[in-house]
């Protein structure tokens, strides 16, 4: 049957670097990117035309006058002609031309004037004009169009005294050229639609890595150039006072930290850094022991917990890391460091491992949140969690208590240590 071409956007076939092969079968709803696959497709489209043989016969052999004959053939040549305008034009873009209703009301009337005119050798042009309807008329009312056409073609086939054969040979190819058409006008919309949301969660995926690549390397530069600038002022003022063997080991840490923090940032960005709490730990106690807080530590915090998994424990390690940064960073006046690890429930029996990290300083003010806070609460969020702050201990200093779930759940938590 007859075809033409309906919306699609270019298709996303994957390019290859040199000569290309060329394709001899087209795609039907997408757009040409050259001039070769316009050609194809024409010659593809032109094999359809074989149904305009019969108006072509009819006008050879039907003993018409030179001005019937002359019209004849100028009628099936502008059907013809705006028959592959259409073609081209969708094809060249993809979208819905704006001269579509016009052209179409054109070869409307060519095909009626024709068939009433001519006979019924004509009326095969209303099958390709069914099929031009389903591509072009939107799809709430594409169906409803081919079939208008179809009882035009009935009703000008009774009226012309078509035969039963001739009235079943083209009433039933008009009604399903084009509601075939329809029905592909649909499945290239359903598609591109697929594509549309295909490519928005590509962009969404893309928008996720780089927060958490910020997230990653906030956390790794902040604490690692906090750590760095501390020790720095620390070399110059041993250089300051002469002391040149104390000046040359703060100078020998900075190397250390900014070697391992280059290699901490080239594993965040190949996606396999994974902190874990025991060395979190330790460097958090080099760290506080640089700006003279004690870190007072549980024993066993750093030891494998029952049903603590690896994302929820790497959730942990970046809480004890930001925590500790802030507290180099920000904590002024801090003597100690406290570093706990709990369990806890909530109402529905769920257990959770938390994370206690609490400083004596002064505390955060009415400073609002950082980010680092921010992501190292979206981290939670992702594994389930929730981080919570608060003042420390006697009012004074600042808390963080980080909650991830475990995996092994209980029906509820024994009385002695429950807690709300």
Not at 23 to 40: A, C, D, K, T
Not at 235 to 257: L, N
Not at 297 to 313: F, Q, S, V
Request: proline share 5%; glycine share 12%; net charge neutral.
């Amino acid at each position: 049957m007859p075809q033409t071409s309906v919306d699609q956007p270019p298709s996303d076939r994957p390019r290859k670097e040199g000569r290309r092969r060329v394709e001899f079968v087209p795609n039907p709803g997408v757009p040409v990117e050259n001039r070769r696959q316009l050609v194809i497709k024409l010659c593809w489209m032109l094999l359809w035309m074989a149904y305009l043989v019969y108006p072509v016969e009819d006008l050879l052999k039907g003993g018409y006058s030179l001005p019937v004959q002359v019209a004849g053939w100028a009628a099936l040549a502008g059907f013809l002609g705006c028959y592959l305008t259409m073609v081209i034009f969708r094809s060249m873009t993809g979208t819905l031309w704006r001269g579509s209703y016009p052209v179409l009301a054109v070869m409307l009337v060519l095909a009626v004037v024709t068939g009433v005119g001519l006979g019924d050798a004509w009326l095969v042009l209303l099958t390709y004009l069914s099929v031009t309807a389903g591509a072009v008329l939107p799809v709430r009312i594409a169906l409803g169009g081919v079939a208008g056409i179809t009882v035009l073609v009935t009703a000008i086939a009774l009226a012309t005294g078509a035969d039963n054969a001739t009235l079943s040979s083209l009433v039933l190819p008009t009604f399903l050229s084009g509601a075939a058409m329809t029905g592909l006008q649909r499945l290239v919309g359903a598609m591109r639609e697929l594509r549309e949301a295909r490519e928005t969660a590509a962009h969404l995926a893309a928008s996720e890595e780089r927060l958490r690549m910020a997230r990653d390397l906030h956390d790794l530069l902040g604490h690692s150039l906090s750590l760095i600038t501390l020790k720095s002022e620390l070399a110059g003022r041993f250089m300051d006072a002469d002391q040149r063997e104390a000046a040359r080991a703060q100078v020998a840490d900075i190397e250390q930290v900014a070697r391992q923090s280059l290699i901490d940032v080239r594993s965040a960005v190949s996606g396999y850094r994974r902190p874990t709490l025991p060395v979190e730990l330790a460097a958090a106690r080099g760290a506080l022991t640089t700006v003279g807080v004690t870190l007072e530590a549980a024993a066993g915090l750093a030891e494998d917990r029952p049903g603590l998994g690896g994302a929820e424990a790497e959730c942990l390690a970046w809480a004890l890391r930001e925590s500790v940064t802030n507290i180099v960073r920000h904590a002024a006046g801090a003597t100690t460091c406290t570093l706990t690890m709990d369990e806890s429930w909530d109402g529905e029996g769920g257990r959770f491992a938390v994370l206690e990290i609490a400083d004596n300083g002064r505390g955060p003010g009415r400073s609002a949140a950082g980010n680092g806070l921010r992501g190292l609460e979206e981290r939670l969020a992702l594994a389930g969690g929730r981080l919570e702050t608060s003042p420390g201990p006697g009012g004074r200093g600042f808390r963080v208590r980080a909650l991830v779930p475990l995996g092994v759940q209980v029906a509820g938590p024994p009385a002695a240590t429950a807690r709300p």
